[in-house]
């Protein structure tokens, strides 16, 4: 599985932040949108770790980035980070 993220581009009044993942069963692209270019890349980080988090590979612990249970290394919106695990944990706490 691979995760690119586009740099950010300004459009009509914001900015915004392409993002794809590419699942086995076919790739999610999205965009995130900010009020500036580095807001709108750490949304779609954010993004990106709420898919890997909820997908099923996560549950069944079939995914892992480096080692399993160590975390994919994107930081997680606030309110989700009770479902951290490993060094996203120990890092966002």
């Given amino acids: 599985m691979e995760v690119l993220i586009e ?3 300004e459009r009509r009044g914001y900015w915004m932040c392409s993002y794809k993942i590419g699942w086995p069963e076919g790739a999610k692209v999205a ?3 900010g009020a ?3 807001q709108a890349l750490y949304l779609a ?3 990106i770790a709420l898919n890997l988090y ?3 590979y996560h549950r069944s612990g079939e995914l892992y980035w480096q080692k399993p249970g160590k975390g994919y290394g994107f930081p997680m919106p606030k309110p989700a980070r009770d479902d951290l695990i490993g060094d996203d944990r120990e890092l966002q706490v």
């Fill in 7 to 9: 740099g950010p581009r």
């Fill in 31 to 33: 965009e995130a949108r």
């Fill in 36 to 38: 500036d270019g580095v």
């Fill in 45 to 47: 980080m954010e993004a």
């Fill in 54 to 56: 909820g997908s099923e």
